[in-house]
């Protein structure tokens, strides 16, 4: 079992940053793919950013560019710097341990709200 929590979100004026951390427990962090998902209000959960055990990495369109997703498995923990954010950023922010292309495991969500 991997539990994640997730810290860092808040309210920001558009231009701002935010940084967001996933902190996870467990020894076996390290062979996972670690993915950051937002879901907007009436709106379908996306993926924003994924890093896999490697250190390769994804971003969605509509953020790459402004976000940077990193780790440190020593800290068992999965970065999420967000700069130039927008209103459409707005959402709950969800880390996610992924295996074999599936989350395996959600963390319970941080809120980031950014004022236009």
């Known amino acids: 079992q991997v539990q994640l929590v997730e810290s860092g979100g808040g309210l920001v004026q558009a231009g701002g940053s935010l940084g967001l951390s996933c902190a996870a427990s467990?020894?076996?962090?390290?062979?996972?793919?670690m993915g950051w998902y937002r879901q907007a209000p009436g709106k379908q959960r996306e993926l924003v950013a994924r890093?896999?055990?490697?250190?390769?990495?994804y971003y969605a369109d509509s953020v790459k560019g402004r976000f940077t997703i990193s780790r440190d498995n020593a800290k068992n923990t999965v970065y999420l710097q967000m700069n130039s954010l927008k209103p459409e950023d707005t959402a709950v922010y969800y880390c996610?341990?992924?295996?074999?292309?599936?989350?395996?495991?959600w963390g319970q969500g941080t809120q980031v709200t950014v004022s236009s």
């Open positions: 996610a341990a992924q295996r074999y292309g599936l989350v395996a495991y």
């Open positions: 467990g020894s076996i962090f390290s062979t996972f793919a």
């Open positions: 890093i896999s055990s490697g250190g390769s990495t």
